[in-house]
């Protein structure tokens, strides 16, 4: 029994019906960026990364806003990135600031460098503040060929990562750093330890844990608060349990117990040595001229 004292399969009783659409593990298209904000399960494998995607969708928060979160693929498949946004505002400003983060999403499909993608999302952020809205949000890039992996988050809760070699959890809390376009803070929304920044490289079967923050302020069924240093403790009480397989039933216990509240999203990526297929290399050049496909879904 662990430290949570929690049963193999725990259920709770659930105010909100909540239908979830599995898609099964299948290897993710070059030049494609999925996501949105809707209640799923996915599975996908590229270069260098298996990723899981836990997404629940409060269909009676909308007015208020909620998460959302892309993920895309180079020409070529080597390129990762990933962003997971909290947007508090009306529904159409939800779905505006949505469009024009998923567009930026789009637009810098095959760059390794971030700084743009970065850039948008703070520019846009500033904007929405000054309307009265507040967002917070974490963008993420992994390149295969090196398994580096950059982060910039912006008021999201610092995401956590298992180191094999070490059997070690660990959070990553980054180094405070000016906003991407020149600006120090965002006025009125983000203090400078809120803009957080971090380069590092892992090795295969590493896991990286990207979650919002109503995942983070969620409770366990005894009560206690999510937060990254519980979840942390919680991780580490079955030391011989499978790393992986003990985040997706602690995952899993805490979407049950909280589900009638607000969008909730995590996003696990594991390393692994999938390569490039040779079939895609070949084609990335061409894939260059091409526009990339759109999968996401805003429901």
């Known amino acids: ?33 999925t996501g949105g904000r809707m209640t799923y399960q996915a599975n996908h494998e590229m270069p260098g990364l298996a990723m899981q995607i836990y ?10 806003g909620g998460e959302v979160h892309y993920v895309s693929s180079c020409a070529s498949g080597r390129i990762t990135r990933m962003m997971l946004a909290d947007i508090c505002g009306s529904e159409e400003t939800f779905r505006s ?26 520019k846009k952020f500033r904007e929405f503040a ?5 967002g917070t949000a974490s963008v993420a890039t992994y390149f295969a060929p090196t398994r580096s992996f950059e982060m910039c988050n912006i008021g999201n809760p610092s995401p956590l990562v298992y ?25 009125g929304v983000y203090g400078e330890d809120e803009y957080r920044h971090f380069k590092t490289e892992f090795e295969v079967d590493d896991l990286i844990v990207l979650y919002g923050n109503t995942f983070a302020q969620s409770a366990f069924p005894g009560g206690e608060t999510v937060g990254h240093s519980r979840l942390v403790e919680a991780l580490k009480d079955s030391p011989n349990a499978e790393p992986s397989s003990r985040l997706a039933h602690l995952i899993q216990i805490v979407q ?42 805003l429901t």
């Not at 390569?275 to 496909?293: G, I, K, M, Y």
């Open 97 to 122: 600031l949505s469009c024009e983060m998923r567009n930026g999403m789009i637009r810098n499909i095959n760059s390794i460098r971030q700084d743009r993608v970065v850039s948008d999302v703070s």
């Open 256 to 297: 049950e117990k909280n589900l009638t509240d607000e969008d909730s999203t995590i996003i696990v990526c594991r390393v692994t040595k999938t390569p490039v297929r040779l079939r895609d290399n070949l084609l990335a050049p061409l894939r260059l001229f091409l526009r990339p496909s759109d999968e996401t879904v």
């Open 1 to 33: 029994m662990d430290g949570l004292n929690l049963p193999s399969h725990y259920h709770a009783n659930s105010l909100l019906e909540v239908e979830m659409q599995i898609t099964s593990s299948k290897r993710k298209k070059c030049l494609e960026v």
């Open 55 to 64: 997404s629940r969708q409060c269909r009676h928060c909308k007015q208020g």
């Open 163 to 187: 180191r094999a070699r070490e059997r070690a959890w660990q959070v990553i809390h980054g180094d405070a750093q000016e906003s991407a376009d020149g600006n120090e803070t965002i006025d």
């Open 130 to 134: 000054g309307q009265g809205g507040f």
